[in-house]
């Protein structure tokens, strides 16, 4: 393996983030707009945690005096309802696992250590996040999209709860 192959990698991931990134900025307006608001709050986590791993594919891309491939591995989409949303987060993210654990071994094999140690970092990151995303699919399983839906509205909350 070399260092291009290195490169090439983290582009990839470098735009497999920023897609993801900006597809939970999406998924937070659209769930404001659906009235869960405490929702749309964690997304906008999830948003600032994914540029935050593009920023330190971009880093790590300077550090090999690479020169970063800014966009999307994919357009972001209009999810329909809460478990299209979460059902299509999640094959994000078991794609993004898949990927990054391949480029961990490609890093490892053309000896750059460094990188092998980023694309584990966030590969284990995702893992987090995958998890939580088949929690939330279960429980729409066991409680239903309405009553699952209702934990994230804060419309009628008393102030100070």
Sequence with gaps: MSN??????LNTALQMEL???HQYQLHAHLLDD???DKLAAQMRGEFEEENGHADRFLARIFALDGEPEMGFAATPRVSQSLRNMFESDLADE???ITFYTRAAKAAYEADDLASKALFESIAI?????KEWLELQLSLLD???EERYAS?????GEAEGE
Excluded: C, M, Q
Excluded at 125 to 129: A, D
């Design 4 to 9: 291009e192959t290195t490169l090439k990698n």
């Design 151 to 155: 934990k994230y509205v804060s419309a």
């Design 142 to 144: 066991r409680l239903g």
């Design 94 to 96: 078991k794609d993004a």
């Design 125 to 129: 990151e995702e893992v987090g996040h």
């Design 19 to 21: 897609t993801a990134a």
């Design 34 to 36: 659906w009235g869960l």
